[in-house]
């Protein structure tokens, strides 16, 4: 199966009650991938630097966590398992210019690392 994925964002919606993750990130940029993989037919994940792969209408509560090089080893163990069980065979990453966003870094490496160790097919954008 193919997706577009592109990573959380810091402005959330302030409802503590867990929400559809579509709904609690306030972010154009994954409104834009989201509704550019409803056009194309293609699933689409955000990947949470707390809950790894989301889809659009998974609940999720209110959270404030980036993910941090230090927890890049335990989240893609996390989002290894979820590759595995959701078939994922095939990434198109819409992401940031690493020079201009190096907050960016440790959600790319992830990505990477991930993809390479389940040998699934990444292609990369920059939004």
Known sequence: ????????????????KPIQAIERYLSNRIKTVYEKSRKDGVEFRILSGKYGLLKPNDKIPYYDKKLEFKHVVYLSE?????????KISQITFYKKDKTKHPEWEPYNQLVKQVCDELNIDLNLEII
Do not use: A, W
């Open 1 to 16: 199966m193919q997706v577009y994925c592109t990573i959380c964002c810091k402005k959330k919606r302030p409802i503590e």
């Open 78 to 86: 996390i989002v290894k398992k979820q590759l595995e069980k959701q």
